[in-house]
């Protein structure tokens, strides 16, 4: 059976509500993307839906000591076990629930099924005026082999409050998985939030990862996405600014190799005056890898004195490897600062030959540079255990033992 | 240390150096002086090993071993440096990290641990003192804005870390006012011993005031066409290579 066919006797075993069921039927006729959609145009999810899965099943418990390979030592983390709520760390000022139910707006197939039939994910909620001093890491762990599971999260952070978190969602003792995952994050005033993507996942791995991000005015929200394993990644990341003075950061880098597609999809939708948009993403692409980005920046009609910026920057280092990247501008307000980059390149040779005269082999040198190439993006993460798993897992991509410090 | 024979090299068809012949002995500090044009930076690359020439005859011995078999990280290993007339700029890449990685690669490549940062910080202190260099320099990007005189004297820094049998430097007094000059010529001179060798290429004679070669070899149309002691750079300063060039054209 096909994933499409294990949907349909899966749904039909559950009982749902008329507005989910709506929702599924709406999916169920339209399917899953297909390349002929404008959005998934250079990304084909053909050969992993006609794949064999099975759905949302549960495995082993795991001991401590193997969900604490997964982390980050991170002590305050939430843990899901195939989507169940194992383990929530107790922290003042933040209510930290199982999932709850909610409808989110402009839905895409995804995440209309995502809506009809996820029931594992969290909910988050800061309350106001709180200063989270230690950084927060949520684990999905799966361990059954082929699963395909949904996650559905909810994350508040509140007025003047401040909070930073680590994501990742990981196979453990197992390598086949499919996740359809969406996230949906609230900013009020003032809030400043970090939330960071550990994409790393084994190598049959398949992710589709939505996020919406809703800001209030004055709030600064960073999202620091890190795509280092897996087969099939796709990232689509849509910010909301609905208030002046609100700055949406994003920060991407991807280091792929074998056959592995990452895809960064990003919206930033412009709806206030005086606002600010970052987006680095950088590529780094080895063996018959394959990238793709796309950023869309939409600047509204009465959304003046905006300031955007949006770069991206690929490495292809193999003859087979390729990139695909479109920016897209939608500008209606006339008093406006928007820039986009995209370049594609080589490494230097003079360079490899500097490195290498000053003794540096030319693995190390390639490495070396490589890692020059993605620092900028690397320096932004303002966690320093993250850095460094940044580092480690930059070199022992490239094969190396350099630990890029100092 | 170093014996080249008949070196011919040159890019695809043309032909730059046109059978070199040169003994440098430890201990030693040769001057190679030539008008533009003569293949000098060439002869560099070529024992630097920059795989964008091509050697068609004569061979590099290096210490009883053909430097043309070997890489150029292996002869970095093997103690030869190159301090480059246009240092690259690698943005992203600090001086710290970039020198760290260096001296542990070299270091890993003779069989040595890797040296701790503490110690590793000791001796940059040092050398850094040595070549009045400032704080804060460390963090900086690897040549990324450093004015012309910052390049030449990082290069030097990094001879100082590495510490080679031979040193090559390559046009290092371009660029330098005459107080960063003082600086380096100071620097190689300390670094100097009786195990180790310089050669260094200058189309003036400026440097040679600071650092006093053994011997002076002029290069001209791929060939060595004249070497003496000390004196013959003063005498180039005085004439210039004309007579020296017109005496080669006419044979």
């Given at each position: ?17 008329s ?53 980050l ?26 999932y ?17 039939l ?10 106001d005026?709180?200063i989270?001093?230690?950084?927060i ?9 082929g699963?395909?599971k ?17 994501e990742k969602?990981?196979?453990?003792n ?26 790393n ?37 849509n ?23 990452a ?12 606002c600010r ?21 939409m ?18 280092l ?13 500008i ?18 003079d360079?490899?030959?500097?490195m290498?005269?000053r003794g540096?082999?030319e ?43 100092l | ?44 690359s070529?024992i ?16 009883g ?7 150029p ?8 440096f ?19 990685t ?6 890993k ?8 940062a503490?110690?590793?910080?000791k ?5 850094m ?10 963090s900086?990007?690897m ?6 005189g ?24 371009s ?7 003082r600086i ?9 011993n009786n195990?180790?060798?310089?050669i260094i ?20 149309d ?14 180039l ?15």
């Open positions: 059976m096909n994933l499409i066919e294990k949907i349909i006797s899966y749904s039909d075993k559950k009982s749902i509500s507005a989910k069921k709506e929702e599924l039927t709406l999916f169920l006729a339209e399917g899953f993307p297909t390349t002929k959609n404008e959005e998934w145009k250079y990304t084909s999810l053909k050969k992993i839906i006609n794949e064999e899965y099975s759905i949302e099943a549960i495995g082993k418990s795991l001991s401590d000591m193997e969900i604490s390979k997964h982390s030592g991170i002590s305050d983390k939430l843990v899901f076990l195939d989507g169940v709520l194992v383990s929530k760390p107790s922290i003042k000022n933040i209510t930290i629930s199982d709850s139910e909610f409808k989110g707006s402009s839905l895409d197939p995804l995440s209309r099924l995502n809506y009809s996820a029931k594992s994910g969290y909910t988050i909620s800061i309350d005026n709180s989270i001093e230690n950084p890491e949520i684990l999905f762990l799966n361990t059954v082999e699963n395909f949904q996650y559905r999260n909810i994350l508040n952070v509140g007025k003047n409050s401040e909070v930073k978190f680590i969602i990981q196979n453990a197992c390598n086949t998985s499919f996740v359809n995952c969406f996230t949906q994050i609230n900013c009020e005033k003032n809030a400043a939030l970090e939330y960071n993507k550990i994409q996942n084994t190598s049959k791995s398949r992710l589709i990862d939505r996020v919406d991000i809703c800001q209030k005015e004055d709030s600064i929200c960073n999202i620091n996405t890190l795509i280092f394993g897996g087969d099939f990644v796709r990232n689509n990341l910010f909301e600014q609905n208030g002046t003075n609100a700055e949406s950061n994003m920060n991407g880098i991807s280091v792929l190799n074998n056959s592995q597609l895809d960064n999809h990003t919206f930033v939708d412009h709806k206030s005056a005086h948009s970052n987006e680095m993403y950088k590529g780094i692409y080895l063996d018959k890898s394959k990238g793709v980005f796309n950023g869309k920046i600047v509204r009609k009465d959304s003046q004195k905006i300031d955007a910026f949006q770069s991206n920057n690929n490495l292809l193999s003859n087979d490897s390729t990139i695909d990247s479109k920016p897209q501008l939608e209606y307000a006339d008093d406006v600062k928007c820039s986009h980059g995209c370049t594609i390149g080589q490494l230097d040779e360079a490899l030959f500097y290498r005269s540096i082999k693995l190390e040198a390639k490495a070396f540079l490589t890692y020059a190439f993605s620092s900028e993006v690397i320096e932004n993460i303002s966690l320093p255990e993250l850095q460094k798993f940044a580092k480690h897992l930059l070199a022992k991509k490239l094969n190396v033992s350099l630990d890029f410090e | 240390m170093l014996k080249i024979k008949n070196l011919k090299a040159g890019i695809e068809e043309i032909q730059i150096l046109k059978g070199i012949n040169l003994e440098v002995n430890a201990g030693e500090i040769h001057a190679i002086m030539g008008p533009n044009g003569s293949g000098k930076s060439t002869l560099s070529v630097a090993g920059k795989e964008d020439y091509e050697v068609k005859e004569g061979s590099i011995d290096f210490e071993e053909d430097l043309l078999d070997l890489s990280e292996e002869r970095a290993h093997k103690g030869v190159l301090s480059f007339q246009y240092p690259v700029e690698i943005p992203g890449i600090s001086v710290s990290n970039f020198i760290k260096s001296v542990n690669e070299t270091r490549a003779k069989g040595l641990g890797a040296i701790t503490g110690e590793l910080l001796i940059m202190r040092e050398k003192e040595l070549l009045n260099i400032k704080k804060g320099y460390l900086r990007s040549n990324d804005g450093f004015s012309g910052e390049k030449k004297r990082n290069e030097i820094f990094q001879l100082a870390m590495l510490n080679p049998k031979l040193a090559i430097l390559d046009e290092t007094d660029g330098l006012d005459i107080d960063a000059l380096v010529a100071n620097g190689v001179n300390q670094l100097k195990n180790n060798a310089t290429i200058t189309h003036y004679q400026r440097l040679l005031d600071y650092i006093a070669p053994d011997f002076v070899h002029v290069l001209y791929g060939r060595i066409v004249k070497s003496g002691g000390k004196e013959l750079a003063h005498e300063e005085e004439k210039g290579y004309d007579w020296i060039t017109k005496e080669v054209d006419k044979k």
